[in-house]
């Protein structure tokens, strides 16, 4: 108490003077209010005579102010109002506190700014909060001594810290003058006791002391406080049971960028009572203003704020509070914060991008991760992809910079900081903690980014023998100090040398020569260092170089000796005169005979000299800049034609440059190379004219345009820092003031791809000579044409494992990773196995795939902590902080036994992160902890799943029935499954090789068959509606017990292949028993005895006979024994059990894509879009696979495309073929990021009127009797003398009972009559209605009606068609069927056209498709046009055809256009009419020469000819054709031939000859057409120079060479050892024979006599 009364004595002497004008007052009295919860109270607040004085309401409770005058400073502004009513004559500041909650309750003070005295304070009580608990014992022996201490209170003063010792005759005014404010705040021990001590009486004036302040207005008026020591200690010693002290490690750091401009608050909860806190305030301003500003309640489980909608270059003041129900604590410490611009985020992009280049990221992986927002939002598949470039990322994320005082000042737990120095992830560690704080970790990031330095940049470093000179630029902020590591590169165990600087430039001493080293530099400043710099290698010179004495001038060039030197021929030494060349004109002849000379006497003219400066500034095109720098190294181009009339000027640039520029370096060489640098050398030219100043090494990777220049003027270099295993080109130039020289040759190096003999972890390649390999299954291996080197560039890629190369083909097969490789010896063929490092398992070791039944169930088995388990039962997903260690297992156990997968693609979650919507257990450790990342998207779909998806199944049984036989029953979901949302469930059965079976069923029991005896089998079952589905309730494990009878049954077949259509089989049941006989052996099919005895034999099949036949045997002891063998038949193939599935783009996605086949294909093929293009053609875009999958009932074919990307989206047709035609099916690939249909909701079938139907037969009236809601045969067969007679009515009651709809399915396999199941069944009234069998169907009426109820909701109706004519196609609509169109599995659509009415044309649909087009059609043909919907139960009937009558097609593009016979100037042209039969008035022939590319030459032909003479062709000329077909109603696509046509040799014996020229000077002045001729010869001069060397690829040839008169057929594959193309060609057949018979042309016409137009 002595302590307070020392505080008041300082108080009295030292009080202030204020004076109150007598005029202001407060009318409002203090009061209280009882309110109940979410209702509004209005709290008054009228002062007299306020004048421009600012009223000011507080929250005692935590010491916010709420408002000044009208302005709201809390965030939350629709919390308060500040009302003021119009007819109020004073000043009235009531305050409005609207939906009242438990947290308001509390003491509200409204007090005058100037004058806090003049206050009023009313408490506020919500009905049903807790109250305060009462502590009566107000102790004196409060000791805050240690407090005190550490506060450093003075020791005269510290006996008042420990009021119990404190001596009484004590000054406490003398002793603790200086340090009272310390003593209150260890009293107070951060705690607000304000409402204690209001609640407890103590006088408004004294309230300060409450909070540990010294009262800012201190008066006598204080003196009273004196009377109240006793209660303010009470309430302190009440303080420490009941409130929360203040939140500690609070940090702020600024987290600005081009959209937002914040500050994010972390903090920590209090030591001092932490279970008491309910949640916390940030308080905040401008420094510069007078009121904190104070957020919303922040809750305990969130322990960062982000402040935004902030100000840049303004200083903020923020603190934090702790808030309990009784009160709050004080105020952390004041952090100034003032917010900086930072990069805009394209910089950062930028400089992240640039960062990963110079660091070597592959391209796949900077295009992935290489992103300012990688550790957020980047799926965790994509980080493993580039585990080796992880690390390099991962510095450039961080702006390779250490970020790390920065994490620790804002408390991250030790395992992230690693994170925040740029350190890659460690697999094994769980970085839970970490995830949840990201936010904290992107803050320091871009804090760092403005105020840390960055590693140097342009570094160089200029090596000599035994020192180095290293130079760089400073990155970012400012640095103070550099720190330089080095050690030599080849001694891979050393450690690091250190230097340090202040400054760039620094000398480094003491290296070896010849050696090569490496080093790493990084900048500091007093706010945080930057990351190590990528390694910087360079090799020492082994000796001195000694800098060569400049050449000096000699006497000019001599041209004459120059060509004499090189050997030019005497005759073509008058060209070896500058006079002569640029006087403008050549002898013609001369330049003629010397065409082989010209390269000589141009190197010795221009003299290794680069005078394209002249060249430019005469304006000679670039085109000659080869000549114009033209040296004894190189050869003259095509381009030199070009250049022909500028002689003159280039020779007289020539002539200048003699004087001035400097020769060509000579001797240009590699004397050393290693992985990192290049040692060069070379020679100074001989004598020249010039002076050499310098000389320039220019050179570039073989990947790269832009080239780098190093100068010296020593006749050596080393380049330094190169890439290892890269290719280089060097050249060097000599330099002077004038110009350079002409380069030397280019040198071409490939740097070591390791130094000491070390080999990195990556992937490579291993040859195997003269072995091939093939696989264990049916792998279909990529095939591409090119190189070795270019199919190896084809297989790097991780899934590639290996490649064989055909030497003598010059192709390669690749085989992806899901082949098993068979090597075998195979001459001619090599075989590259590809090997990569296997990547880190980011899953850790455990059961990560078990599910729980429901949230409870789940929480209870995954071993949460008792703290945590209301957290996880509840869902409370904000309780992150308190849960850290179990926070996953909370999000796991929130699916609620749901499978939320569907939702959480559809918002882009990646596939390595759907096991928390699937309910598993997912790891949390290395880069797989990422995860968390997309706790948003989880919890939206976990809450919209409780709405709609099921529960899983409850109460799961499995009831052994026999040997073969199990009953699987089951109770309904708790929850959404019902008829509403068409809930089913799918049952899953598989055993332990994985082979699974799914079945549906909308019973709660389903009847397991056809299982082996004595076998291990797994039952699980889910629910599914439209929404979704459940988890499966839980494997279950049965064993099935052996069979009763012990008996070896079987089936053989022959033959043992699928038979034919229309072919033969035999089955024979094998029965034996060692003890038992067999006097009874049926087939039975359909639930019918169909032969007696073991052998069934069948002929004439048919697709009605494909199915399942069971033998049945029993025995002595009436024992029975079945098989069913499953009998296959070949026939034309029909796709069914179509696959529609959507995917995401660019995610790495593996699509499949199915289609199942009867008929058994021989190969399937798959094709793309309405176009239907081979998929392999698009293989720039995509990788696909497809498969060919045999079971017992069908053929499966499988696409796979590698990876989903956007042009992988569309529909895809399945094309299966064996003899007997083809088959196709149609799926699509959707994009499961565009909004997916409306679910078709199942609907009610429309009643059919049966009464209706039978009246609008002609039958009696007493038979109308048995047609209701159904037709009644039962009560006919029981009444037969009265409805006996209306049995022979039954066509009509089957047409009316089958509601349009195909029920032969079922009555198949309800054992009804083939004749009565094809007819009635389906729906029809057979053709034959007076044959035998029609009393079969009388037999079987039951059954056909049974089938007719069974399905009625099963069995969709008939979909109403559309079929229009547009253009070359019939375009097919429909829609979905109004029965049932949620049942539809896929349709059948059927074409017929009447020039074919044997079969018709077939594609099976996907149900999600409902339109296609027809193509191929034909002119004149009349196509009638049906589809089905069907499903596993039947289908529609074939009702609502279309009919298209096909007319004024344009034509199809001829065919078959081929060649038949060439001659120099003329060639025979044939193709066939177009497909579609359209008419064809005329054809167009379009023809010019390749090598033009100009406009087409046109001949018009008449329609009825199908063969033309083209004439007045030029010989030994490449050509081009094409051919239209006109019609009266358009013209058809060009049809080509497939390369250009050389036509040869002339064959003519009187081919007209020009006249002789006599030689005539050449100048600069001849016309056009002479510098055409001239320019003609030099083409042809270089064209056969080089013939040898060229490749025109795809150009096909016909050439009649001298030596015989058979015509060859050149530049086809395998015609010689080389081929660029990238696919294969069959040998060339040609519809005549012209290679040894007489050309026969009496069937051509002759152009005189023909309707021919030319153009």
């Not at 020289?741 to 992937?763: M, N, R, W, Y």
């Not at 099921?950 to 029953?969: C, I, Q, R, W």
């Not at 056809?1010 to 629910?1023: D, E, T």
Request: proline letters at 6%; hydrophobic letters at 35%.
């Amino acid at each position: 108490m002595t302590s307070f009364k020392a505080v008041l004595s300082v108080i009295t002497a030292a009080h202030l003077l204020y004076m109150v004008s007598a005029e202001l007052k407060m009318l409002s009295d203090n009061g209280s209010y009882t309110v109940n919860p979410d209702h509004t109270v209005v709290l008054p607040c009228v002062v007299q005579d306020q004048g421009a004085k600012k009223a000011i309401w507080k929250n005692l409770k935590d010491g916010s102010k709420i408002s000044v005058n009208f302005e709201i400073l809390s965030q939350e502004k629709n919390k308060y109002t500040i009302e003021r009513p119009q007819d109020n004559t004073h000043f009235t500041w009531n305050l409005r506190i609207n939906n009242v909650v438990d947290g308001d309750q509390g003491y509200y003070q409204c007090y005058i700014q100037e004058n806090p005295n003049i206050s009023v304070i009313h408490y506020v009580i919500v009905e049903g909060a807790d109250e305060v608990p009462t502590h009566t014992n107000g102790s004196a022996n409060l000791n805050v001594t240690s407090c005190c201490i550490d506060a450093n209170v003075s020791s005269s003063c510290l006996p008042v810290c420990h009021l119990s010792s404190m001596p009484t005759d004590l000054n406490v005014l003398t002793a603790c003058a200086s340090d009272i404010n310390k003593v209150l705040k260890c009293g107070t021990d951060g705690m607000n006791h304000v409402g204690c001590c209001k609640r407890r009486g103590v006088d408004d004036i004294c309230l300060d002391f409450c909070y540990g302040a010294v009262p800012s207005n201190l008066d006598t008026q204080h003196l009273s406080c004196l009377s109240q020591l006793p209660t303010l200690l009470t309430c302190l010693e009440e303080g420490k049971m009941l409130l929360p002290g203040p939140p500690v490690a609070v940090s702020v750091v600024q987290s600005v960028s081009d959209d937002q401009k914040s500050l994010l608050v972390t903090w920590r909860p209090p030591t001092q009572n932490p279970d008491l806190v309910t949640g916390y305030k940030v308080l905040f301003k401008l420094t510069s203003e007078t009121h904190y500003k104070s957020t919303r309640i922040i809750g305990t489980s969130e322990l960062m704020f982000k402040l935004g909608s902030l100000q840049l270059e303004v200083e903020y003041s923020v603190r934090v509070v702790s808030l309990g129900l009784h009160g709050s604590s004080q105020p952390s410490e004041t952090f100034l914060v003032t917010l900086l611009q930072t990069q805009p985020k394209s910089e950062v992009e930028a400089d992240i991008l640039d960062c990963c280049s110079k660091k070597g990221v592959s391209d796949p992986c900077i295009s992935k991760l290489c992103k300012p927002d990688l550790l957020t939002n980047v799926p965790p598949v994509e980080i493993l992809r580039c585990d080796a470039d992880f690390d390099k990322v991962q510095q450039c994320l961080v702006g390779q910079r250490d970020h790390t005082p920065c994490c620790k000042r804002n408390s991250l737990p030790d395992v992230c900081l690693p994170l925040c120095a740029g350190q890659i992830m460690n697999n094994s560690v769980d970085y839970i903690s970490c995830v949840i704080r990201m936010p904290i970790i992107n803050a320091c990031i871009q804090e760092g980014r403005a105020a840390i330095p960055g590693p140097p940049i342009n570094i160089t470093v200029l090596p000599g023998v035994r020192e180095a000179v290293i130079s760089w630029d400073n990155n970012g902020a400012n640095a103070t100090m550099y720190t330089l590591l080095y050690k030599q590169k080849q001694m891979n165990t050393s450690s690091w040398s250190h230097m340090a600087a202040s400054s760039s430039p620094l000398l480094l001493r003491g290296l070896y020569p010849g050696t090569l080293y490496e080093f790493k530099m990084a900048a500091a400043n007093e706010l945080g260092s930057s990351l190590l710099s990528s390694s910087v290698v360079f090799l020492t010179y082994e000796n001195v170089i000694t800098t060569p004495a400049p050449t000096q001038p000699s006497g000019l060039h001599n041209l004459t000796a120059c060509c004499s030197e090189k050997n030019v021929k005497s005759e073509c030494r008058r060209l070896c005169s500058f006079d002569v060349l640029g006087a403008g004109s050549l002898d013609f002849s001369i330049a003629l005979s010397c065409m082989d000379q010209l390269a000589l006497i141009i190197s010795c003219a221009s003299d290794g000299r680069d005078h394209t400066m002249c060249c430019k500034e005469s304006l000679v095109p670039s085109a000659c800049d080869n000549i114009c720098q033209f040296s004894q190294h190189d050869e003259l181009t095509a381009d030199f034609i070009t250049c022909v009339s500028y002689t003159g000027i280039i020779a007289n640039c020539y002539r200048e440059g003699l004087a001035t520029l400097p020769r060509q370096p000579q001797n240009f060489r590699v004397l050393k190379y290693t992985s990192h640098a290049v040692y060069l050398a070379w020679q100074q030219p001989k004598a020249t004219s010039t002076q050499i100043e310098s000389y320039s090494v220019i050179y570039s990777s073989s990947n790269q345009t832009d080239q780098k220049t190093v100068s010296t003027k020593n006749l050596e270099l080393i380049v330094n820092n190169l890439n290892p295993n890269t290719n280089y080109i060097f050249k060097v130039v000599s330099v002077n003031e004038n110009g350079t020289s002409a380069p030397t040759p280019e040198v071409h190096i490939l740097t070591k791809a390791f130094d000491d003999g070390t080999q990195q972890k990556k992937c490579n390649f291993t040859v195997k000579n003269d072995t091939n390999v093939k696989t264990k299954d049916n792998f279909q291996p990529r095939v591409f044409y090119g190189t070795q080197e270019e199919c190896q560039k084809y297989c790097d890629i991780p899934l590639c494992i290996g490649y064989t190369y055909s030497r003598q083909d010059k192709a390669c097969a690749l085989y992806m990773n899901k082949a098993s490789l068979v090597p075998f010896p195979q001459p001619g063929i090599d075989f590259y196995n590809h090997t990569c490092p296997t990547p880190p398992n980011i899953i850790p070791p455990g059961n990560w795939s078990l599910q729980f039944h429901n949230r409870t169930d789940c929480c209870q088995k995954i071993n949460v902590t008792d703290s945590c388990m209301e957290a996880c039962v509840t869902g409370n997903f904000q309780s992150v902080y308190q849960c850290e260690a179990d926070y996953s297992k909370i999000l796991t156990c929130a699916s609620d036994g749901r499978d939320h997968t569907s939702c959480c693609q559809n918002l882009q979650v990646p596939e390595n992160c759907l096991g928390f919507c699937k309910g598993h257990l997912v790891p949390t450790t290395g880069i797989q902890a990422l995860c968390l990342n997309y706790i948003p998207r989880y919890v939206q779909c976990f809450v919209n799943g409780t709405m709609y998806l099921p529960t899983p199944p409850e109460s799961v049984m499995v009831k052994v029935v026999n040997g073969t036989t199990v009953l699987l029953t089951w109770e309904p979901p708790t929850s959404n499954c019902d008829v509403l949302t068409g809930c089913h469930y799918v049952v899953s059965l598989w055993n332990f090789e994985k082979n699974m079976t799914r079945n549906k069923t909308r019973e709660t029991k389903f009847l397991l068959t056809g299982l082996k005896s004595q076998a291990v089998y797994f039952v699980a079952v889910m629910a599914v509606n439209k929404y979704g589905k459940s988890i499966s309730s839980g494997e279950m494990k049965f064993v099935t017990p052996p069979l009763v009878a012990d008996v070896d049954i079987s089936v053989s077949q022959t033959p043992s292949y699928p038979p034919s259509q229309h072919g033969e089989v035999e089955l024979f049941c094998n029965v034996y028993s060692a003890e038992r006989t067999f006097p009874f052996v049926y087939w039975i099919r359909n639930n019918k005895i169909i032969r007696k005895g073991r052998q069934l034999k069948m002929s004439g099949l048919s697709e009605r006979d494909e199915g399942n036949y069971t033998c049945s045997a029993k025995d002595d002891r009436g024992i029975v024994s079945n098989i069913t063998h499953f009998l296959r038949i070949m026939y034309k193939p029909k796709a069914y059990n179509l696959s529609d599935e959507s995917y995401l783009a660019d995610q790495r996605q593996v699509a499949t894509l199915q289609c199942d086949f009867k008929g058994f294909p021989k190969s399937v093929k798959w094709f793309k879009g309405r176009e239907e293009i081979p998929v392999t053609e698009f293989k720039e875009s995509f990788h696909t696979e497809s498969s060919l999958i045999t079971f017992p009932t069908l053929r499966r074919s499988v696409l796979t495309i590698y990876y989903v990307v956007d042009a992988a989206f569309d529909r895809y047709t399945c094309v299966g073929y064996n003899d007997f035609g083809n088959g196709s099916g149609i799926v699509q690939l959707r994009n499961g990021r565009l909004t997916p249909p409306p679910t078709v909701v199942p609907t009610v079938p429309a009643v059919r009127n049966v009464s209706a139907c039978c009246m609008s037969y002609d039958m009696p009236k007493d038979c109308l009797e048995l047609c209701s809601f159904t037709v009644d045969t039962e009560k006919a067969f029981a009444q037969t003398d009265k409805y006996g007679h209306c049995l022979a009515y039954l066509q009509f009651y089957t047409a009316c009972a089958s509601d349009g709809k195909d029920h032969s399915e079922c009555c198949e396999k309800k054992g009804v009559h083939s004749f009565c199941s094809s007819s009635f069944c389906a729906g029809f009234i057979p053709d034959d209605m007076g044959s035998i069998f029609l009393m079969n169907c009388v037999t079987d009426t039951k059954l056909i009606l049974e089938c007719v109820q069974e399905n009625q909701e099963f069995i969709p109706s008939a979909p109403a068609l559309t079929a229009v004519l547009n253009n070359d196609v019939i375009q097919v609509s429909w829609d979905k069927p109004e029965d049932n169109p949620h049942r539809v599995d896929h349709y059948e659509l059927y074409w017929q056209g009447s020039d074919s009415p044997s079969t018709p044309e077939q594609v099976s649909v996907v149900s999600s498709l409902t339109n296609h087009q027809i193509k191929n059609i034909k002119e004149g043909v009349n196509y009638t046009i049906w589809i089905i919907a069907s499903n596993e139960k039947g289908s529609s009937q074939p009702v609502n055809k279309k009919w298209v009558l096909v007319k004024n097609l344009k034509p199809s593009k001829p065919t078959n256009l081929h060649v038949s016979e060439v001659n120099g100037e003329s060639v025979v042209l044939k193709w066939d009419p177009p497909e579609n039969h359209a008419v064809v008035t005329n054809y167009t022939i379009m023809y010019r020469k390749a090598a033009s590319k100009g406009s087409y030459s046109q001949l018009t032909v008449p329609g009825s000819v199908q063969m033309y003479l083209v004439r007045n062709l030029q010989p030994n000329t490449l050509y081009e054709f094409q051919i239209v077909a006109n019609g009266p109603f358009g013209k058809s696509k060009s049809a080509a031939l497939g390369s250009a046509l050389n036509s040869g040799p002339s064959t003519s014996a009187n081919k007209s000859k020009g006249p002789e020229r006599s030689a005539v000077p050449l100048g600069i002045g001849l016309t056009v057409a002479v510098l055409l001729i001239a320019g003609a010869i030099v083409a042809l001069y270089l064209y056969m120079r080089r013939r040898k060397k060229m490749n025109y690829g795809e150009t096909v040839s016909f050439e009649n060479p001298q030596y015989g008169s058979r015509v060859q057929i050149s530049g086809l594959p395998h015609a010689n050892d080389s081929s660029d193309e990238g696919f294969g060609y069959a040998p060339l057949r040609e519809d005549h024979d012209i290679e040894h018979r007489h050309t026969d042309k009496s069937n051509l016409r002759d152009e005189a006599t023909m309707d021919v137009t030319m153009s």
